[in-house]
């Protein structure tokens, strides 16, 4: 009976640009132009500022651009970098579950897919077969384990996914990848500790993708070199972690690699914020839409599953955020900025509105609702939706109600809808990079010099 490792890397090594279907292949490039501007909407950041620093000060070969500048660092160091900036925004997309919501985003392993193309010169088709390689590989995972009730977070996937997919890229063997992934899986699973209702966020939830990601580079390359690891390594970590949890690994999802696709099951989110916040912004937002104001309002009420109304997105910290990953996971936060300003991009996390008067009067005015109904949708169906009452001061009331945001995979964006998200993304801090041109180097993204197009148009900032 082959390990779960072997099984990954030999559907990864098998998988061919020309097998794959044509809309999976046409999702891999709009996921492609979403993650590089999720990248250049972040780049300014100080968290971003920070590890640019770090990876230009060891020097080291030029192998990979850091996105948005023309610096090129060693591949690793460039996953780090890039993978941050990926994450930063938490505008990037995200699997959505069949029953329960979300699972992991599976584009952060692509800043790691793209630094080791770009050092190994690989064309754009090749990087595309990768890309959904890693989305499938993590689809499967996600399908066959709940990472939170491990006591893991989801990027875990990324560690355990991102070494096999790596190494083919790099021209490492099967055999290889299977202890590129043993070594990461070894040294690299990524235990929650930073997600917590009664907590704020702190930089780690975008950081630690930037260095779950280098680790996996140098597995791959290590792995390449000789150095061995478990075949088994997953297996170990399932039968220790297990015991002591209600999930068990079902291994359905993983026996069907190739056979049923789930590319098209990621969500591409409108908007940069938490996934269980993106319908209560989008009901917000219609209600604004509608003509309805802050000042008229004397109370919201949201009505909604665990998540949007509960957990970390409606807990009492969610009414006091104190940074900026915590307000992108605050319910009440996104609401308030988005009745204020009409609007929900990153310019709504500048200069921390949530310290203003203005922000918390409107937040005081929001009830969050735990609805057992949209809990039972939620947990069998995947129901995101939520159902917004607005009760205003002249005694007239406003209802919106939402079924599944804008972007999941059961109300995809448009075309339009992406390119509006790629040009606020682009504009913040702007570029010279025209959106529609983004996503037509994604969609043309064939050969080795695509690729080195594409990468080579995102570094050229506007004077």
């Not at 599976?106 to 990768?130: H, I, K, M, N, P």
């Not at 910290?317 to 308030?336: C, I, K, L, N």
Request: hydrophobic content about 45%.
């Amino acid at each position: 009976m082959p390990t779960l490792a072997r099984t990954m890397a030999e559907f990864t090594f098998a998988l061919r640009y020309d097998a794959i279907p044509a809309q999976v292949k046409a999702a891999a490039r709009r996921h492609l132009a979403d993650t590089f501007a999720c990248a250049l909407g972040a780049r300014a950041a100080a968290a971003v500022q920070a590890l640019k620093k770090h990876a230009i000060a060891q020097g080291g070969r030029a192998d990979a651009t850091i996105i948005g500048t023309a610096e090129k660092v060693p591949s690793g160091l460039a996953a780090l970098v890039n993978g941050t900036m990926v994450r930063y925004l938490d505008a990037n997309d995200i699997f959505v579950l069949r029953r329960g919501g979300a699972s992991g985003h599976f584009s952060d392993a692509t800043a790691a897919l793209l630094a080791v193309a770009e050092r190994y010169r690989r064309s754009g088709e090749e990087l595309l077969t990768c890309i959904v390689a890693s989305y499938e590989l993590q689809g499967a995972l996600a399908e066959s384990l709940n990472f939170w009730e491990r006591g893991l977070h989801p990027l875990t996937n990324v560690a355990w996914v991102a070494p096999i997919v790596a190494a083919r890229l790099l021209g490492a063997t099967q055999a290889q990848a299977v202890h590129a992934c043993g070594l990461s899986v070894a040294t690299g699973t990524v235990v929650n500790t930073w997600i917590r209702p009664a907590e704020s966020i702190p930089m780690i939830k975008s950081v630690a993708v930037g260095l779950a990601l280098e680790r996996a580079v140098a597995a791959a390359e290590l792995a390449a070199l000789g150095v061995t690891a478990t075949d088994d390594a997953l297996e170990i970590v399932l039968a220790h972690l297990g015991p002591r949890r209600r999930s068990r690994f079902d291994p359905t999802s993983v026996e069907l690699l190739g056979r049923r696709w789930s590319m098209t099951r990621n969500m591409l989110k409108l908007y940069p914020a938490q996934i269980n916040t993106q319908a209560a912004i989008e009901a917000t937002l219609r209600l604004h839409q509608n003509g309805v104001r802050a000042e008229q309002v004397r109370k919201l009420m949201l009505h909604g599953h665990r998540n949007v109304c509960g957990g970390v997105q409606g807990s009492p910290q969610a009414f006091a955020p104190s940074s900026r990953e915590a307000a992108d996971h605050s319910t009440p936060y996104v609401m308030a900025l988005a009745l204020l300003r009409g609007r929900l991009t990153p310019c709504e996390y500048e200069a921390s509105p949530w310290e203003t008067t203005a922000v918390k009067s409107v937040m005081a005015k929001i009830e969050l609702v735990i609805d057992a109904a949209r809990d039972r949708a939620f947990d069998t169906e995947g129901i995101l939706g939520v159902r917004l009452v607005a009760q205003l001061n002249d005694g007239r009331s406003e209802e919106i109600n939402v079924h599944q945001p804008k972007g999941h995979p059961d109300a995809p964006l448009s075309d339009a809808d992406l390119l509006e998200k790629i040009t606020w993304l682009l504009q913040t801090p702007a570029t010279a990079l025209a959106p529609r041109r983004m996503l037509d180097l994604c969609n043309r993204l064939a050969t080795v010099e695509d690729l080195a197009a594409l990468i080579e148009s995102c570094g050229v900032e506007r004077q």
